[in-house]
């Protein structure tokens, strides 16, 4: 199974545009509660993703906070983003987890190249935990070492 069917699309997403000011970005992260959100730029390609943390060291190197600057300056000449590593929209679910060990989210593209949402490790896990449940494969105990350690004194 593929994570197509997982997708959360672009149209409900929230994301920057690479010309965004740092002021939009704060805003935009803000607004929604997020820490970290995907940056694209206006042909829809994936740019890279920004944290509140890449903003508090850029303020850092500053040495300030000049909200007339945050107006001015854009995403793309101010940051290096992180790059969470897109994933192409026919990608299966088991090579998709072993990614999602590292990230929250991934931004997925279509065969195009083009940013058509992203795919997170909750959706993921639900989906895995309900086929789980649907098989009844679910692990009710898990043994370590002497099991009489683990055995209740009657």
Request: include cysteine; charge should be neutral; glycine fraction near 6%.
């Amino acid at each position: 199974m593929n994570i197509a069917g997982l997708l959360l699309p672009k149209s409900i997403v929230a994301y920057l545009y690479d010309d965004f000011t740092l002021r939009q970005a704060l805003e935009k992260m803000r607004y929604h509660g997020y820490t970290h959100l995907p940056v694209i730029t206006r042909d829809n390609r994936y740019y890279g993703t920004i944290s509140e943390g890449d903003l508090l060291w850029y303020f850092m190197d500053a040495g300030t906070i000049d909200l007339a600057k945050c107006q001015e300056t854009r995403i793309r000449d101010a940051l290096t983003l992180k790059h969470y590593p897109p994933v192409p929209i026919d990608m299966n679910i088991p090579e998709v987890v072993d990614l999602l060990v590292s990230y929250n989210f991934l931004p997925v593209v279509d065969d195009r190249d083009s940013f058509v949402g992203i795919v997170t490790r909750n959706k993921i896990l639900k989906k895995l935990s309900d086929a789980n449940h649907g098989d009844k494969k679910v692990t009710t105990t898990i043994s370590y070492g002497n099991p009489s350690l683990f055995t209740p004194n009657i």
